[in-house]
């Protein structure tokens, strides 16, 4: 995507901003973001493409409470996590999502 925008802008001879992102149908902001990166910052965005989930430090907890409660939910998983971390913000679809992916690689 983003060599497509500076191959559509072509150092200013080419796509207005505008009309680059009405074509790929993006914000204009986005537009003028990857305009302004150099090669190197977008070599780095593109390699760096692992998230941070908001549930990643509680990963281990969250593996263990299967081997000691065999048929617990998700739902019941995200109330012993919020016992033990109430400042822990995460909406209920968030944990599930992240409980179903766990289970499946683990």
């Given at each position: 995507m983003?060599?497509?925008?500076?191959?559509?802008?072509?150092?200013?001879?080419?796509?207005?901003?505008?009309?680059?992102?009405?074509?790929?149908?993006?914000?204009?902001?986005?537009?003028?973001?990857?305009?302004?990166?150099?090669?190197?910052?977008?070599?780095?965005?593109?390699?760096?493409?692992?998230?941070?989930?908001?549930?990643?430090?509680?990963?281990?907890?969250?593996i263990?409470?299967?081997?000691?409660?065999?048929?617990?939910?998700?739902?019941?998983?995200?109330?012993?996590?919020?016992?033990?971390?109430?400042?822990?913000?995460?909406?209920?679809?968030?944990?599930?999502?992240?409980?179903?992916d766990?289970?499946?690689?683990?």
């Amino acid at each position: 995507m983003i060599h497509k925008i500076k191959a559509l802008y072509d150092q200013g001879n080419g796509l207005t901003i505008r009309a680059i992102a009405r074509q790929l149908g993006i914000s204009r902001n986005t537009v003028r973001k990857y305009l302004r990166m150099d090669e190197t910052a977008i070599a780095e965005q593109q390699e760096s493409r692992v998230r941070h989930r908001q549930l990643d430090d509680h990963r281990d907890y969250i593996i263990s409470l299967p081997g000691q409660f065999p048929d617990l939910s998700a739902v019941k998983v995200l109330r012993k996590l919020k016992q033990k971390h109430p400042a822990l913000a995460v909406s209920d679809r968030t944990a599930r999502r992240y409980i179903r992916d766990l289970k499946e690689t683990v």
